[in-house]
């Protein structure tokens, strides 16, 4: 099953699956933005991260591999007069031929052999003094029910982050939180939040 034929088959739901609301540790984060940034939002499904940050007045880009997923931000963009641009793409065909200020994420589920070239992207399409933020599930989160892949390969730890050259000067930890993200993020989750700041 193609990345998108596995998100639209979630995205094709009624409803939002993780809610209006956005990440809540990328929304604590927008006072480290550049202002009036040019913001990318990686693997950003129904749009709660993008719509969020287009609200804030920051220019807004989208990728995500659900067709399904996109339609439904845009027709939020519509309906809030919020101008975003959206790509529909598999992260691992996307290539780092556009500059940004800033990068965020939430729950990327990508195989470990894939991420090597995710986060070289993701440094090579931020700017001087470019901000990257995103928020994972750690392997932990498999003692949890709260949300996110029953497979390790999927899942993340801090080292993943810190033995790559793109994240080994980042604020990286592992912690417990509480979830309350639509009905497919909810409750006690073990996580790994991401804060770089490229110079």
């Known amino acids: 099953m193609s990345q998108q034929e596995f998100w639209n088959s979630k995205f094709s739901r009624e409803g939002f699956l993780y809610g209006l609301k956005p990440n809540s540790f990328i929304a604590s984060k927008?006072?480290?933005f550049p202002r009036s940034s040019k913001v990318l939002c990686l693997g950003e499904g129904e749009g709660r991260n993008a719509?969020?940050?287009a609200r804030k007045g920051f220019e807004v880009t989208a990728i995500d591999a659900s067709d399904i997923g996109l339609k439904k931000l845009e027709q939020r963009a519509k309906e809030e007069n919020l101008d975003i641009k959206t790509i529909c793409m598999d992260l691992n065909d996307w290539?780092?031929?556009e500059k940004y200020d800033v990068i965020v994420a939430s729950y990327l589920h990508l195989y470990k052999n894939e991420r090597a070239v995710l986060f070289e992207n993701i440094d090579d399409s931020l700017g001087f003094d470019g901000v990257f933020v995103g928020e994972f599930f750690s392997v932990k989160q498999l003692s949890y029910e709260s949300?996110?892949?029953k497979d390790a390969d999927l899942l993340?730890?801090?080292e993943d982050?810190?033995?790559h050259y793109a994240f080994s000067d980042a604020e990286v930890k592992e912690q417990v939180t509480i979830l309350d993200e639509g009905k497919g993020h909810?409750?006690?989750a073990c996580v790994i939040r991401v804060l770089s700041k490229k110079n």
């Open 30 to 32: 927008i006072k480290e």
């Open 161 to 163: 982050f810190k033995s």
């Open 95 to 97: 290539e780092a031929n």
């Open 147 to 149: 949300g996110g892949p």
């Open 156 to 158: 993340y730890t801090v």
């Open 186 to 188: 909810q409750g006690e």
């Open 51 to 53: 719509i969020f940050l």
